[in-house]
């Protein structure tokens, strides 16, 4: 018996998975992320989740031993284990502006987690939504990649020749902590503390701080022709687009795959802007790049766990297999 975590900002989710049990999943729960308490409340809110999970399916928890963790980072490595910096959840990254009711500047996770189930692999959640949309998604068969996906913040997983990109603290492909504007006058706070970055200007909760107002608002308003929406989200386009552009150009990649709950209720709008935006310089190097929605659909970051996990897991994918990025660049 197996375990795929999903550590959001918002929620965690927790599945148990059986390779040998029809559709593979035996059990499922999700609830709001802690956030106050010890900064092991999150592990601990884990631990408990997969025991009821395991309670709920019939099985004995103790028959868990092995666990897919995917987690927003940063990462900060103590003695070698993974413990999580990240600014949805790390209070005291930002300080109380950013409203978190903790005062944490990491929190553990791989270490509690592999003495109570054994092996554990921890990544972040744009490694590992890369991993699945490499595995059974729109980026099967590119040896050099990436996955971003926007949601409430910027996820972003690599991949050069074949190889997933991790770094030193395994926090490669943090591009949403990257600058991307020449001003920073009206960004919001990055709950990392940076004023100016990507996710302080685009990101989901970056949105509603900076206008008053949520990305689906906003996005649909411009989508009905108003002025004033269609001027501020022509300027998000921007800056993503310019990330977006910087990921090519510095890694020379062949595709990009677009996730994320902001970017998939709006992909229709925002797809053709964020490809004219890559496309419009430099086009010895941008020219043929493929930027597609996730081939898991909203489904990715629920998948990304499940593809951390080793030997066969069930594919996740639904029946209705969607197109290639390749079917679709012919069409």
């Known amino acids: 018996m197996k375990a795929c975590v999903d550590i959001g900002g918002t929620r965690v989710a927790v599945g148990l998975v059986h390779e040998h049990v029809p559709g593979g999943l035996v059990a499922r729960r999700s609830e709001a992320t802690a956030t106050s308490g010890s ?28 666990l897919g963790v995917a987690a927003p980072g940063p990462f900060l490595l103590r003695e070698g284990l993974v413990e999580l910096t990240t600014p949805h959840i790390c209070g005291g990254l930002a300080g109380l502006s950013r409203g978190l009711p903790n005062g944490w500047l990491s929190a553990p996770s791989k270490a509690p987690l592999r ?18 949309e490499r595995r059974w998604g729109a980026l099967q068969g590119f040896a050099h990649c990436a996955h971003v996906s926007r949601g409430a913040g910027i ?37 990392c503390g ?7 200007l685009v990101a989901g909760d970056a949105i509603e701080r900076r206008f008053g107002h949520s990305a689906s608002t906003l996005f649909m308003a411009a989508a009905r022709g108003d002025a004033q929406a269609l001027r501020k989200a022509d300027g998000l386009c921007t800056v993503v687009g310019r990330l977006l552009f910087n990921l090519v150009t510095t890694l020379d990649l062949q595709a990009i795959g677009l996730g994320g709950s902001v970017f998939w209720h709006h992909r229709q709008f925002l797809l053709p802007r964020l490809r004219a935006a890559v496309e419009a310089c430099l086009p010895s190097m941008t020219a043929g790049v493929l930027v597609v ?19 066969t897991v069930p594919d996740p994918r639904p029946p209705q297999a969607m197109p290639s990025p390749r079917a679709e660049l012919v069409a």
């Open 115 to 132: 003495r109570r189930f054994g092996r554990v692999r921890v990544e972040n959640v744009g490694v590992a939504a890369l991993e699945a």
């Open 293 to 311: 929605p996730a081939g898991l659909g909203d489904q990715v970051t629920g998948c990304a766990a499940l593809a951390l996990l080793a030997g």
């Open 194 to 200: 940076n004023v100016g970055d990507g996710e302080s």
């Open 155 to 191: 996820g972003v997983g690599l991949c050069v020749d074949g190889r997933v990109l991790r770094g030193k603290n395994r926090n490669a492909a943090h591009a949403g902590h990257s600058f991307v504007t020449d001003s920073n006058a009206d960004a919001a706070l990055c709950g």
């Open 39 to 66: 900064p092991d409340a999150v592990v601990l809110q884990v631990m408990r989740m997969v025991e009821q999970a395991s309670a709920e399916a019939g099985v004995d928890a103790n028959e868990v031993n092995e």
